[in-house]
């Protein structure tokens, strides 16, 4: 729960334009909503509540060029954007109490779109409530405590939706969006993208020596049995001591194209400084090499398992099985994922992602929502893959790259 996005009512009357029941209830003073870090409702604490017409006015833009019926909506909150910074406006309805959320640029908004986002003021917060109640697996949830595997994962999604679809949405008063029974899938993307994608991160149990117990075949089931590396026992390097990693890379292996990595070609894995050695002396990669790089500490223990597609080498820490990431010619690693098993899981998350978005469609209006649900998944099992940077070099890799929409990740 977070303080920054919950509000209590101030002790002045509802705006009058709001003359569905309902909705002045939720917003009479002294009550409270919740955002729960994902909406902020900060406009509804000021003197007064705005249309959307004086939104855009107060914006620098003209709100002649908005169309009457979404000028005449009231700004209630903001989606929690990327770092916390105010996203998509959040609308409502007031006369049929229909939430919404806005895409509005506004130096045009002529072109402003609606998105149904929930059929009362009251819905978000329990929803956001129950969103939070899966994260603790408490309350309806928490039968699913202690589960793990393709069952669990079912099951929490079927749970999760369930939430959102018993609410009373109501077939019309959606304006633009038409009738619930024309819409494209009954519940918005907003709660969808929580109710398919958080469940995932009960896929794996904890492990033994590795911080995940992986179902067997998980990521042959995505990658296929082809496009694993699964490497043998004289392809380790004896820097390459740590047990429980050992086992992983000869009995389940990375995937040889994880699009966001790329494994180990089929020849024995090397230490960072020997891979430097054979790069430098290679004159097809001579270029980049000056002869003045230094070396990470401890590089001797440091084998190279394969890169990432942003030109980092991936590294594992022979002795403790963490991964670390390094660039070509860099003299300091910095923080993966804990362990190869994790590194797994969220490979797997982001090529279940793929397939999920392409039946939901989550990243043609809510890329940064989904891009913070793919964060918390792997976050909730690894202390290292989305742990907040701890100085200006410590770059956390799965946070940047799930955030890059530009790049097209998700």
């Known amino acids: 729960m977070s303080s920054d996005t919950s509000v209590v009512m101030p002790e002045h009357p ?8 309902p909705a002045r209830r939720a917003l009479a003073p002294g009550e409270r909503l919740d955002g729960h870090g994902l909406i902020g409702f900060r406009p509804l604490t000021g003197p007064s509540l705005v249309t959307v017409r004086d939104h855009v006015a107060g914006l620098g833009g003209d709100p002649a060029e908005l169309d009457p019926d979404l000028a005449a909506l009231l700004l209630i909150g903001r989606l929690v954007g990327e770092g916390g910074e105010d996203g998509e406006e959040v609308v409502l309805d007031a006369v049929t109490g229909r939430v919404f959320t ?6 045009s908004p002529g072109g402003a779109e609606l998105f149904p986002l ?8 329990r929803f956001l409530t129950a969103v939070d109640d899966f994260r603790g697996l408490r309350g309806r949830f928490a039968g699913l405590a202690g589960r793990t595997g393709p069952e669990a994962v079912a099951a929490g999604e079927h749970l999760l939706t369930s939430v959102f679809a018993e609410e009373e949405w109501g077939e019309d008063g959606w304006g633009p969006a038409g009738p619930r029974s024309g819409w494209a899938r009954p519940i918005p993307a907003f709660w969808r993208i929580a109710a398919v994608i958080r469940p995932l991160g009960l896929i794996a149990g904890p492990g033994r020596g590795l911080t995940l117990e992986l179902p067997e075949g998980l990521l042959d089931g995505v990658f296929g049995t082809e496009g694993m590396v699964r490497l043998t026992d004289d392809q380790l390097p004896p820097a390459l ?6 086992r992983f890379l000869t009995e389940v292996g990375p995937p040889r194209d994880g699009f966001m990595f790329y494994g180990p070609p089929a020849e024995p894995l090397v230490t960072l400084p ?28 440091l084998v190279v398992l394969g890169g990432l597609v942003h030109d980092f080498d991936l590294l594992i820490d022979g002795r403790t099985g963490a ?7 860099a003299d300091h690693v910095v923080p993966v994922n804990a362990d ?3 590194l797994a899981l969220t490979l797997w998350l982001h090529q279940r992602e793929q397939a999920l978005d ?20 792997p976050a909730a099992v690894d202390p290292v893959a989305c742990a907040p940077a701890a100085a200006p070099d410590d770059y956390r890799y799965w946070p940047e790259v799930f955030h890059d929409e530009a790049g097209g990740v998700l």
């Open 340 to 342: 190869v098993s994790t």
């Open 102 to 107: 806005m895409w509005l640029y506004a130096e």
């Open 274 to 301: 020997e891979d430097w050695a054979r790069s430098g002396s290679d004159p097809r990669h001579a270029h980049p090499w000056h002869g003045g790089e230094q070396l990470p500490p401890d590089a001797e223990h």
């Open 14 to 21: 509802p705006h009058p334009a709001i003359v569905h029941e």
């Open 358 to 377: 392409k039946e939901h469609g989550f990243t043609e209006d809510f890329y940064h929502q989904l891009a913070d649900t793919m964060i918390e998944v």
């Open 118 to 125: 929930a059929p009362s003021v009251g819905a978000p917060a």
């Open 323 to 329: 991964l670390f990431h390094t660039g070509l010619g």
């Open 241 to 246: 001591g740590h047990a429980p990693t050992r």
